[in-house]
């Protein structure tokens, strides 16, 4: 397949984008894992298959495992629902938050309390002392990691961003007297080699919006909401359907927006960072990409 080759607008190519950062990431998490009790996995209740590292069982080996779907809050909850059971049929230990009201935070300890049961036990019949749960928190970049630390300290400990990168080295941070939690810099895998996926990570900005051309991010977004979410397109963007002449529909939703530079011209950057930004700040809600095929 030729790289340049397009598909319904689509630009259809590996891309490679490792920061340098993310392997150092990998390497550091192996040289500290013997000393975790559980990896809590961050992912996106929106993409909750495009958000899992695809690499993560070669560098946390066997440590139990919690999946922690944040931004709850913002997706559809009936295919979302999908995946929560696909997980747990795969038995893993899963837990959905909205990370705005933080009350769903209890249920992250609650979890780590009942995984942990079995080995505190253990500790207790070899006469150990009880000792201070160990977490490794992992995720893609832009996962809301950060404001669930925050939401577990109960103040501001980590920097939070509305964007990829924002932490770059582990972080060893006391939770309370039960938990501490190495925070580690969001991770991808070297090659997104599915388009879908790439996509989906563009959309909901977990890669940086410079890997991928604007104008076939929003198309996606636009193209995904025509097919799953037709009533959230016309809500958003007065428009029934996504015409394959790209450039129409944008020009329709640039002139309804007010969208317009010197002599009357729609601003197509300006529409193209409407339609992500409606996407990455959740005034898009009640969706979720990813589908069970």
Known sequence: MNNNETQGGL?????NWYPGHMAKTKRLIREQIHFIDIVYEVIDARIPFSSKIIDIDDYIKDKPRLIIMTKYDLCDKKETQKWIHYY????????CVDLINGNDIKKIINKTENIMQKKEEQRQEKGLKKRRTRVLIVGIPNVGKSTLINRLVGKKVTHVGNHPGVTKNLEWIRINNDLELLDTPGILWPKLDQETIAYNLASLTAIKE???PTPEVAFYILKTLEKYYPNILKERYDLDCIDDDFELVIETIGRKRGCLIRGGVVDEEKVY???INDVKEGHIHEITFDRMN
Do not use: R
Request: proline share 0%.
């Open 11 to 15: 630009h259809k190519s590996v891309i």
């Open 88 to 95: 747990e049929k795969k038995e893993y230990s899963v837990v």
């Open 273 to 275: 960072t409407i339609i």
């Open 210 to 212: 410079e890997i991928l």
